[in-house]
């Protein structure tokens, strides 16, 4: 049966107040500024799934709620107002009667699971007591803790609903996240034969029970007769061969393999899984202990996968390129704004990035204000002709410079129409400003946040011609006696050399382009 996640409800969860994400059936790449909450909704997901109490109360209600509910509850402090915390997972999936209703949010009959975290009804006097207090302590410990279906019927981590892994690369190397990794997928491989399960544990014990009484007998002798003491190996019957059980690669444990070894090693093991004993694949920053090549077949191994719902958490351009930018989510800096999504982005653009090199398309999805240039020449320049006209440095004003060939620009403004993104082209006229800088950008003219930058001088074809001619002076004495032959052979060399320099005078166009950037 194929489970696939079609809506995240968030409310007063982390940094979420009111959250909804719409994940794409197959991928979805989760990508951010810091602490937007990538990691926290991949969390969110694991813990639904796993119907687990105790997880939750080992991270904590106090961290896991929304710290702007608890200070809108102190305005009032009357029981009624005491905020929920609600993560739901709209799901679609061959399911029984039991996962359909309306037990949701949206009041909406469909298949679902949700936790609910509220006030404990049967403490109201003890809470209502708590909150006359003088202390401002929220009464975390008088919440109740349930999972539950749309349908309203509780289930546990020993029914669950949605089968999850979680490859969490920040904790790769403990001890808790190989044995809990190691645990899933065991699990995942015996899902139909809970007899085989059974089986294991029981002749597992036997195995320990039968080594104290061949080995250890000896050892016993040794204790004084008239005391009841003995050595024994530890036979609990509910964990420990989940415990002691490990992934062997070639000989060696995965425990024992580099963390990217192990990345690789784990992401392996779940897509052998996926959409059959696994439904929901989370995987955090995968690019964290890959070399680039290792990243290229990780990523080459997931896009060659057709079954399993992906999510992934990524700061890097290679995996939200080679996955398919259509498969992007952006999750906004406030936790307000809905997400945006590039799944409307042209087929066209989407193949583009996928075969071409990555040239900071992350980067450029995420920044607020950008400059494309065309070239290297125009990038050395720019931090030096930003300062000569505003005297601040153009980080400080978090604008950020792209060099993208001409040809490309057309393709990250498509990805600006999404995004929203202020987006200022500084482009050369090459002879012909009306064809090269007008005509050719025409149907983005109706965006605000996009505007293209040139030279209306068709003489002046490319930069080294404006500076020439702002800066006669300084380019005969630096670049000989035919300075424009010279710059436009060494464009790059040239433009090196003027960088150093503080009296820079600025083309017309740039100045125009700074000045509307930043506005």
Known sequence: MTVVIEKIRLINYRRFEDYTIKPNERINILVGDNETGKSSILEAIDIVASGSVRKVESLGLDHLFNTTAIENFWETRKYHDLPKMIIELYLEGDFDYTMNGKNNSLNIVTDGIRLVCSPNEDYITEINEFLTSEILIFPYEYYNIRFSTFSDEGYSGYKRKLKTVHINNANLSSDYATNDFIERMYHQYTENDTRERIKHRSQYRQMKKQFCIDHLADL????????????????????????????????????????????????????????????????????????????????????????????????????????????????????????????????????????????????????????????????????????????????????????????????????????????????????????????????????????????????????????????????????????????????????????????????????????????
């Open 220 to 519: 016993n002798e040794r204790v004084p007769p008239d005391k009841n003491y003995y050595f024994a190996l530890e036979n609990n019957h509910s964990n420990i061969f989940s415990q002691d059980l490990m992934i062997y690669e070639d000989l060696v444990a995965i425990n024992n393999k580099g963390t990217g070894r192990q990345v690789l090693i784990k992401t392996d093991f779940a897509l052998e899984k996926a959409g059959e004993n696994v439904d929901v694949i989370l995987m955090e920053e995968p690019e964290n202990h890959l070399s680039h090549g290792n990243l290229q077949r990780l990523v080459s191994s997931i896009a060659g996968r057709q079954d399993g719902q992906i999510f992934i958490t990524t700061h890097n351009s290679l995996i939200s390129t080679r996955l398919d930018l259509n498969n992007l989510i952006i999750l906004s800096a406030d936790g307000k704004d809905e997400p945006l999504y590039l799944h409307n982005l042209s087929k066209s653009t989407s193949n583009y990035f996928l075969k071409s090199p990555p040239a900071s398309i992350l980067e450029f999805t995420l920044s607020p204000k950008i400059i494309l240039v065309e070239g290297p020449s125009e990038y050395i320049l720019f931090d030096k002709l930003y300062e000569s006209i505003t005297g601040r440095h153009i980080d400080q004003d978090s604008i950020h410079v792209l060099a993208i060939r001409g040809l490309s620009f057309r393709r990250y403004l498509e990805v600006s129409r999404i995004t929203k993104s202020k987006v200022a082209v500084v482009t050369d006229n090459d002879g012909d400003y009306q064809n090269n800088c007008i005509k050719k950008y025409e149907d983005f003219n109706d965006l605000h946040n996009i505007k293209i930058f040139y030279s209306k001088n068709n003489d002046r074809r490319t930069l080294e011609y404006h500076l020439l001619e702002n800066n006669k002076d300084i380019c005969l004495n630096s670049f000989g006696n035919n300075p424009l032959d010279y710059m436009l052979r060494n464009k790059t060399e040239c433009a090196l050399e003027l960088s150093k320099l503080s009296n820079l005078a600025v083309p017309d166009y740039i100045r125009e382009a700074i000045e509307w950037i930043r506005e």
